[in-house]
């Protein structure tokens, strides 16, 4: 029997204030939690830590129950298996960075040791590190040693509270490679809280939106990235994420060349990419324009068939099109804004078939 994965069930009353969620989230990969200060999503965090005894519902992780009020049960926090990383990294002042991830490692019995003290250190890059004291750490690497921490005891979930929004932008840059490999390495699920479109695209599996304490929507971030009836859809920051393989670099173009299932792109970036190396390519709607015919003459590199899926309208004097790429199983999804003009002279409508031609393409992870 497949990993039921994680599920929270929760109701939480306070002042001004209502929590009334049901999440259901995959048993591995990074589930992010979305949404405006506000929406409830550092709440969540501490009902499945335990931290809210007030909340009623039902906490499992896995084939472990947590918490059912209707059976009265409510497992302590000391005695959740579970890694906590905080926007501050709260390490002991005291201790050296091998002292914190030994401070961690022997509060959990051994019976429920999955990984040595050291599990982290080559997942997050600080074995160089061990000797240093909190106060020798930059604010990147005393989040890292922070997480490490938490994964030294073995946790069954690792819930991480923006731990990015204290860094400034040049350690935030440092620390989300070694976030990505927490993304392909870990086996448990992560339970991520973020208001930054960036590190949802970066490190998002499983997508939950929240506001005003009740569900959005939720699921694969692919998807909720370019529903029309969302708000991740609209605004300046609108994309699409497609993931993708590598598959070539032209050295004399200096450009990767990545396969999906609605086809072909060309990126600047991309270079040293083993084949078949997974990639996640995010493209603006802004980015994205249509043309009913496919153009004889362009500076444009990538550009590819599609069909009109739905069309909304956006700004003042705009529309979103949701577009689909490709014919197989895993049709990709592509966002294009262009004018209401231009909608009503090419006909834009469900249905359509269009060429978009894309003026923008980053890779993201």
């Not at 990383?85 to 401070?103: I, K, P, R, T």
């Not at 976030?179 to 699920?189: A, G, K, N, S, V």
């Not at 599609?306 to 199983?329: F, H």
Request: charged letters at 20%; hydrophobic letters at 45%.
């Amino acid at each position: 029997m497949s990993d039921p994965g994680l599920q929270l069930t929760a109701r939480l009353q306070r002042a001004g204030f209502l929590l009334d969620v049901d999440l259901q989230l995959p048993a591995r990969g990074v589930s992010v939690l979305f949404g405006p200060s506000g929406s409830g999503k550092t709440t969540c965090l501490r009902v499945l830590a335990g931290l809210e005894p007030q909340a009623t519902g039902v906490v499992r992780v896995g084939d472990e129950l947590w918490q059912d009020s209707a059976q009265g049960l409510m497992r302590p926090v000391h005695r959740r298996s579970l890694g906590y990383v905080f926007q501050e990294a709260s390490l002991f002042d005291h201790l050296s960075v091998q002292g914190n991830l030994m401070f961690g490692f022997k509060r959990t019995p051994a019976a429920e040791r999955r990984h040595p003290w050291d599990h982290g250190l080559e997942l997050l890059g600080i074995a160089h590190l061990l000797q240093r004291m909190p106060h020798e750490l930059s604010g990147g690497e005393r989040q890292r040693v922070a997480i490490a921490r938490a994964l030294a005891t073995s946790p069954r979930v690792l819930l991480m509270d923006e731990p990015l929004a204290s860094l400034d932008a040049a350690r935030k840059a440092e620390i989300l490679p070694w976030l990505e490999q927490l993304h392909e390495r870990l086996d448990i699920p992560v339970v991520y809280v973020t208001h930054s479109p960036d590190e949802l695209a970066r490190l998002g599996d499983h997508l939950v939106l929240l506001e005003t304490g009740r569900v959005r929507a939720q699921g694969p971030v692919l998807e909720l990235m370019t529903r029309l009836d969302l708000p991740l859809a609209h605004g300046d920051t609108a994309a699409a994420l497609i993931d993708a393989r590598a598959v070539g670099f032209s050295a004399l173009d200096h450009l990767g060349v990545f396969e999906f299932d609605g086809g072909r792109l060309l990126l600047p970036q991309g270079s040293g990419l083993p084949a078949q190396t997974p990639a996640r390519i995010r493209i603006q709607a802004r980015d994205v324009s249509l043309s009913l015919q496919m153009p004889e003459h362009t500076s444009v590199l990538n550009v590819l068939p599609a069909t009109v899926v739905d069309i909304v309208e956006d700004t003042p004097g705009q529309v979103l099109v949701g577009l689909q790429l490709g014919n197989g199983t895993q049709r990709a999804r592509l966002l294009s804004r262009i004018s209401q003009l231009s909608a009503r002279r090419l006909g834009i409508a469900p249905g359509v078939a269009v060429v978009a031609q894309i003026k923008g393409v980053a890779l993201v992870r």
